[in-house]
């Protein structure tokens, strides 16, 4: 069996989680077996994992796991594992499955991959692939332990209706007492997170200061994107950090990444390199960035950037 890890912040699923589900559906295909899906606490319409091809739906309702707390997530996962008699366990690579993968191998005694970005091959060896050195080169890592633990890079494919809802089976584990006391949570209503978002428009400190930071944002409303920076603007306080891609950042895969007067530091495109369309405006033809786009726009971003809304105007207008 392969069993995946959904989480559901505050009840509530994202599309990290109908993308693990789906790639844990795929996978279990491969190795011919079933896909069953895991939700802790308090989650609602559980039972819509069955769409994404999860045959069976599993929550453990212990309100102790209400909050993120990754000792006794991992606990629950593992205990849920070895009930369930599951080879294969994924989880998303997020914050929180990046905390739990490595407590959930030595649990499990597994061998484990993190941040795989494509469907494990199981003909001679069960074998996964990710990126590494800064998404320069890509591994095949074959895991040889009997239990599997991967984590899954957040758009690395899209999520897929395969399926029906399923019943929502109770599954008994005791995780204990919360060892984490949450007294304050503080979420960013209104947009898409960046790990999840699809289209993505970033600035450097080419803007020259936090006062122009309007135009990345009418650009991104009119693409219904989400806003990024680079460091040094994050650092400046010109920009919350919640908003820094790069290697000491946030890593995304969007679809599209917009980045506007940004040289394209090492660091940060070992962030964003895994973008599948990257779109650099520059007015320096020596900037780096130019090297990893697929287009460059050689030219003042404070001519280029309002011009790129308005004609978007336009055309949605048209």
């Not at 407590?103 to 005694?109: G, Q, T």
């Not at 040889?144 to 758009?155: Q, R």
């Not at 007294?183 to 947009?191: F, Q, R, Y």
């Not at 980045?259 to 973008?275: D, F, M, P």
Request: with cysteine.
């Amino acid at each position: 069996m392969v069993l995946v890890y959904a989480e559901s912040p505050k009840g509530k699923f994202k599309k990290a989680a109908f993308e693990a589900v789906t790639y844990a559906h795929k996978t279990a295909q491969a190795m011919g077996t079933e896909c069953a899906a895991l939700t802790l606490g308090t989650v609602e319409d559980a039972g819509k994992l069955g769409q994404y091809g999860a045959s069976k739906v599993y929550n453990i309702a212990d309100a102790a796991l209400n909050n993120f707390d990754s000792q006794l997530v991992t606990k629950a996962i593992a205990e849920a594992a070895q009930q369930l008699g599951a080879s294969v366990v994924i989880v998303s690579h997020s914050s929180a499955g990046k905390s739990v993968l490595g407590r959930l191998a030595a649990r499990l005694d597994a061998g484990s991959v993190p941040g795989a970005n494509s469907i494990p091959t199981v003909d001679g060896g069960f074998k996964v692939k990710k990126n590494v050195f800064s998404g320069k080169a890509i591994a095949e890592v074959e895991i040889t332990s009997p239990t599997k633990v991967i984590s899954l890079m957040g758009n690395s494919l899209p999520p897929e209706v395969v399926g029906a809802d399923v019943a929502v089976e109770n599954l008994a584990v005791s995780v204990g007492a919360a060892r984490v006391r949450v007294k304050e949570v503080k979420t960013i209503e209104g947009t898409v997170p960046l790990p999840e978002a699809e289209l993505v428009v970033s600035a450097g400190r080419g803007m020259k200061g936090p006062e122009n930071w309007g135009i990345i944002e009418e650009l991104a409303k009119e693409l219904g994107a989400t806003t990024a920076c680079s460091r040094p603007v994050a650092d400046t306080g010109w920009r919350p950090h919640h908003e820094h891609v790069g290697q000491t950042g946030v890593a995304i895969r969007p679809n599209l990444y917009i980045a506007a007067g940004i040289s394209g530091a090492i660091q940060h495109l070992a962030g964003v390199n895994s973008s599948k369309v990257i779109v650099v405006i520059n007015k320096d033809p020596e900037a780096p960035f130019f090297k990893a786009a697929t287009y460059g726009v050689c030219a003042d971003l404070f001519d280029v950037v309002p011009k790129l809304t308005a004609a978007l105007k336009e055309f949605k207008n048209a």
